[in-house]
């Protein structure tokens, strides 16, 4: 295991925490808008929330070096900000959020699906807003699931690599993750040290996978 | 009391509500068999159903006009809701369920709980009350905001004689105290008889008879 593996999986780590902090509120914001509502445009933008699923991460992270670089109008306005994104841990905490929010959507979607529609209408009739019957009646409803829906979103945005690769590049000591470590000691020849990380990568996987399916199995008893 | 006049058409699948009324209601009781569509025009009044076309106007507001394209918000109809399965917010305490569409403007907290008997309930958790108890708060919570209107849908179906005796009594403390008018949903004749001075008897989607409970459940 290399030296510094505590302190990439450490960092790994804390980047899918903020990701994830990042993933949850359009995440679930979408879930609900998409399991209860009708409007306009509604299959259409539900696609496209889809689509870091099912995109190569790394063409998403193409289209997020697009966004985000020099060249782009949010590139040129960062800059004139004084905010350096590409190939710094932002952009690492921005390439996995965005690939986390579907996975997000769909988890809290689900959970929003369960809670029955009667609670949101009875909400309604006592005065309340959307926003209020969001945040009072929906939200809590369906909080095992968001909860799930953020584990799985955190397990996700561990396991990001292509999107990472393109905008944050993998800079050792900078920008590297668990997964682009993998990457670059399998590529070097250091296969032990790969195996090492991959270890603390599966531990990592496991437990958010797991809190994930012990909230849910909770929901259902 | 208050005047409710209603004249829609609702349309689900196979099934057709048509039904037009116009009174002033103190209680008004709408009478017959499941599948009457006495719930639809529950719903319809309390805006969370929409009509395909008519109109829905009560006092001097119009809460639906499908020629005028209004449709009132449920949240801004001030019309309390009591369903037949009470539904109270699971994740929330009594006293929570009670606050939830409380204005300033209503009774208070004390005075609702005291009046239906509830107050003992307060920090409990709604899991594990009895139907009756169930049936108390949801009326307590609608009663909280305020309403110009209160529609009851089968209040006492869910629970068993004895209990209904004792809940009667808070629902006519209602119409005689605070005077909130009622639309009130039953299938029992004797409940309506006790409660209501007017009576839509519906079956299939339409209302067959109207009149003083007297005069239109001797004819069932």
Do not use: C
């Not at chain 1, 929906?138 to 905008?167: D, H, K, Q, W, Y």
């Not at chain 2, 209503?106 to 005291?114: G, P, S």
């Amino acid at each position: 295991m290399p030296d510094n593996a505590l302190g990439i999986a450490a960092f790994s780590a804390l980047m899918a925490l903020v990701a994830t902090l990042l993933a949850l509120p359009p995440g679930v914001v979408l879930g609900w808008l998409f399991a209860h509502k009708s409007f306009p445009g509604r299959s259409v933008l539900e696609t496209a929330a889809m689509l870091p699923l099912v995109m190569p991460p790394v063409a998403t992270g193409l289209i997020l070096l697009r966004l985000l670089g020099r060249r782009s109008p949010i590139g040129q306005a960062l800059d004139a900000a004084g905010l350096e994104v590409i190939f710094t841990w932002k952009a690492v905490v921005i390439a996995m959020a965005v690939m986390s929010v579907p996975i997000v959507l769909l988890t809290a979607k689900a959970g929003f699906q369960q809670v029955n529609p009667r609670f949101e209408q009875m909400a309604a009739t006592l005065g309340a807003g959307p926003v209020r019957i969001f945040l009072t009646v929906s939200l809590p409803l369906a909080g095992r699931s968001v909860l799930a829906a953020a584990f799985l979103g955190f397990a996700r945005a561990l396991g990001e690599f292509g999107a990472t690769i393109m905008i944050a590049g993998g800079i050792p000591g900078e920008t590297e993750t668990l997964s682009v470590a993998i990457y670059r000691l399998t590529e070097v020849g250091r296969e032990d040290d790969a195996m090492g990380l991959m270890l603390l990568s599966l531990l990592l996987a496991f437990g958010a996978s797991f809190a994930s399916n012990h909230v849910l199995r909770r929901q259902q008893t | 009391m208050i005047d409710l006049a209603f004249d829609i058409r609702f349309q689900q699948g196979q099934f057709t509500l048509e039904v037009a009324d116009r009174s002033r209601v103190n209680v008004l009781g709408l009478f017959g068999p499941s599948g009457a569509g006495k719930t639809t025009l529950l719903e319809a009044i309390a805006g969370i159903r929409k009509p395909s076309r008519g109109e829905i106007v009560l006092g001097d507001t119009t809460l639906f006009s499908a020629d005028k394209g209004i449709h009132v918000a449920p949240r801004d109809r001030r019309i309390g809701y009591v369903p037949q399965d009470a539904l109270l917010f699971p994740h929330m305490s009594v006293r929570g369920n009670l606050l939830f569409g409380a204005t300033s403007s209503a009774l208070d907290l004390q005075t609702v709980a005291e009046m239906l008997e509830i107050a003992p309930l307060l920090s409990r958790r709604v899991q594990g009350l009895s139907g009756g108890e169930r049936q108390r708060i949801a009326l307590g919570r609608a009663l909280m905001t305020h309403p110009a209107l209160l529609l009851m849908d089968e209040p006492l179906a869910a629970v068993d004689r004895e209990r209904r005796e004792r809940i009667l009594p808070y629902l006519l403390r209602i119409r005689g105290e605070l005077q909130v008018p009622l639309v009130y949903v039953t299938h029992d004749a004797e409940e309506l008889s006790q409660i209501a001075d007017r009576v839509l008897v519906m079956g299939d989607g339409r209302v067959l008879r109207a009149g003083a409970p007297s005069e239109v459940i001797d004819r069932r």
